[in-house]
């Protein structure tokens, strides 16, 4: 399989699955759904990422469960124990004050990739039509 395409979205277009590790994107989506959705159980965070994925790839838990424990260390997420139900106790996630700071990183880090990327496939682009004209003018 030729790399930039995957067996969830066929050849017809490349995707980022195929991409490499694309798992640090994880860690502003799941900052994001925090602090929109407030306090939220590990297993609905993973439900809620998938809607605001940065990249074709889908989040699978234990790169969501990872994240979180990163992000607990680094004291942007705070995690408690919800034993109110019926069935087993379960982690409800929270964000800190810090860990909104952080996402406010992430959206100015995020923002300058998105310009870099911008003019990056603006060139290729030019490439494509550099070569076009060249091959139009006879010149190889």
Known sequence: ???????????????????????????????????????????????????????????????????????ETMGHVTSDWDTSGSGPARHIYSITQSGKDHLREWAAVLNNLSQSMESFVRDVKSLGKVASDATTAGVN
């Open 1 to 71: 399989m030729p790399r930039g395409h995957c067996h969830r979205h066929g050849g017809e277009r490349p995707c980022t699955c195929a991409m490499g590790n694309l798992y640090r994107f994880v860690e502003p989506v799941v900052l994001y759904v925090l602090e929109h959705n407030g306090p939220t159980y590990g297993y609905e965070l993973g439900g809620n990422l998938q809607n605001h994925t940065l990249t074709d790839a889908e989040i699978d838990r234990g790169a969501l469960y990872r994240t979180l424990q990163r992000l």
